[in-house]
Nanobody, 126 residues
Framework: QVQLVESGGGLVQVGGSLRLSCVASDPAVDMYAMGWFRQTPGQEREFVVATSWNGEYTYYADSVKGRFTISRDTTKNTVYLQMKSLKPDDTAVYYC???????????????????WGQGTQVTVSS
């Protein structure tokens, strides 16, 4: 089973930037769709972005379009989430996700087979 470990979360002021990283334990993840979700207390886990195994297809939630960018470095088995112009509403625990299905499917509904990281807290202060 592939394991995912996120890092890079923290406290940032409104308008600031952060870059999250997600390292996979197995190079096999190179063939997986990868994505990021976020969750606040009492709320369901929310889709943020997903990208196909080769990066050809990428889907963003409307709330983050133009501010967040996903990228992947297959040489390091790592996926990044660059976040800019952060807002208080971006405050959440961010989870890395990997799935053998498509990025489009990940964007529509959380696949039951998805593999999760442990999450990293992002707090945007005003």
């Amino acid at each position: 089973q592939v394991q995912l470990v996120e890092s890079g979360g923290g406290l940032v002021q409104v308008g600031g930037s952060l870059r999250l990283s997600c390292v996979a334990s197995d190079p096999a993840v190179d063939m997986y769709a990868m994505g990021w979700f976020r969750q606040t207390p009492g709320q369901e886990r929310e889709f943020v972005v997903a990208t196909s195994w080769n990066g050809e297809y990428t889907y963003y939630a409307d709330s983050v379009k133009g501010r967040f960018t996903i990228s992947r470095d297959t040489t390091k088995n790592t996926v990044y989430l660059q976040m800019k112009s952060l807002k208080p509403d971006d405050t959440a625990v961010y989870y890395c996700a990997a799935d053998k299905g498509t990025a489009q499917a990940m964007a529509i509904r959380i696949p039951p087979s998805v593999i999760w990281g442990q999450g990293t807290q992002v707090t945007v202060s005003s």
